[in-house]
Nanobody, 120 residues
Framework: QVQLVESGGGLVQAGGSMRLSCAASGSFFSINSMGWYRQAPGKQRELVAG???????NYADSVKGRFTISRDNAQNTMYLEMNSLKSEDTAVYYC??????????????WGQGTQVTVSS
């Protein structure tokens, strides 16, 4: 079984910064792609940023230039550095990981989510 635990959310003023972390634990062969998603009230969950095991990244247009995704493969941890935060960034942020088991079965896992609130 794989667990993803996010941390680092909270309340921040517009223009401020915040760093989210997502730590994976459990028994598995490897973690392939990872990503941060967010869901605002009344809206669908959307991809914020993704990162491959090799470090290639992609971002939603709305966060390009403001957010930076990174990962520490040795620690099975992913980060999201968020700068110049806007009120529209307010949402529950979820981490996602595609994990390969020891029997080479791939499965997608989600964290429990962490609330990010940006006050204007």
């Amino acid at each position: 079984q794989v667990q993803l635990v996010e941390s680092g959310g909270g309340l921040v003023q517009a223009g401020g910064s915040m760093r989210l972390s997502c730590a994976a634990s459990g028994s598995f062969f490897s973690i392939n792609s990872m990503g941060w998603y967010r869901q605002a009230p009344g809206k669908q969950r959307e991809l914020v940023a993704g990162i491959t095991s090799g470090g290639s990244t992609n971002y939603a247009d709305s966060v390009k230039g403001r957010f930076t995704i990174s990962r520490d493969n040795a620690q099975n941890t992913m980060y999201l550095e968020m700068n110049s935060l806007k009120s529209e960034d307010t949402a529950v942020y979820y981490c996602n990981a595609e994990v390969m088991s020891w029997s080479y079965y791939r499965a997608s896992y989600w964290g429990q989510g962490t609330q990010v609130t940006v006050s204007s």
